[in-house]
Antibody
Framework: QVQLQQWGAGLLKPSETLSLTCAVY????????WTWIRQPPGKGLEWIGEINHRGSTDYNPSLKSRVTMSVDTSRNQFSLKLDSVIAADTAVYYCTRGYYYGFDFWGQGALVTVSS | DIVLTQSPDSLTVSLGERATINCKSS????????????LAWYQQKPGQPPKLLIYWASTRESGVPDRFSGSGSGTDFTLTISSLQAEDVAVYYC?????????FGQGTNVEIK
């Protein structure tokens, strides 16, 4: 059974960098799109971007200038960095596994709050 | 970007009755070479991540009860819960993976009457 476990800082000040990592347990690491999705409190879901095991990325244009994703295949981990955070970046951030049929396995979610 | 518009925003249904959620896409999500619609449905309960219910518009994910079904093609899709159970109270989202950026509908809140 595939499990995704994520971690990272939960409280940031404006202009700081958000940093989250997700570890994948079970299943293959190659052949999938390792994805970050966020959900502001009480709101809907926003796709941030994805990375594959080779390190090829695709980012949401709305966040592209501030987002960097990376992958560590030796540890089956992938990471998200979001620069210059603002209050509007406050959200639950999910890591998830993407494929040609959608997102089938999800991390537990991590609330990141941006506040001065 | 492909915009997905769900209707209604909120739905109240009696136990055992049918619940129907619609999702309209601003562009076709039909991948013609494979004749598959790249549209999925998710269920999200409070405090939990979304759960994949349906993919390719009508294929039920393993373990999903058969009271959940998906239909539609091109730009118009429907998620049907044939007989609503108490555990089905949740927010439901459609999502397209035909084009980048991947996008979601705004969500439909399903409650018990």
């Amino acid at each position: 059974q595939v499990q995704l476990q994520q971690w990272g800082a939960g409280l940031l000040k404006p202009s700081e960098t958000l940093s989250l990592t997700c570890a994948v347990y079970g299943g293959s690491f190659s052949g999938y799109y390792w994805t970050w999705i966020r959900q502001p409190p009480g709101k809907g879901l926003e796709w941030i971007g994805e990375i594959n095991h080779r390190g090829s990325t695709d980012y949401n244009p709305s966040l592209k200038s501030r987002v960097t994703m990376s992958v560590d295949t030796s540890r089956n981990q992938f990471s998200l960095k979001l620069d210059s955070v603002i209050a509007a970046d406050t959200a639950v951030y999910y890591c998830t596994r993407g494929y040609y049929y959608g997102f089938d396995f999800w991390g537990q979610g991590a609330l990141v709050t941006v506040s001065s | 970007d492909i915009v997905l518009t769900q209707s209604p925003d909120s739905l109240t249904v009696s136990l055992g009755e049918r619940a129907t959620i619609n999702c309209k896409s601003s562009q076709s999500v039909l991948y013609s070479s494979g004749n598959k619609n790249y549209l999925a449905w998710y269920q999200q309960k409070p405090g939990q991540p979304p759960k994949l219910l349906i993919y390719w518009a009508s294929t039920r994910e393993s373990g999903v009860p058969d009271r959940f079904s998906g239909s539609g093609s091109g730009t118009d899709f429907t998620l049907t819960i044939s007989s609503l159970q108490a555990e089905d109270v949740a927010v439901y989202y459609c999502q397209q993976y035909h084009r980048s950026p991947r996008t979601f509908g705004q969500g439909t809140n399903v409650e018990i009457k």
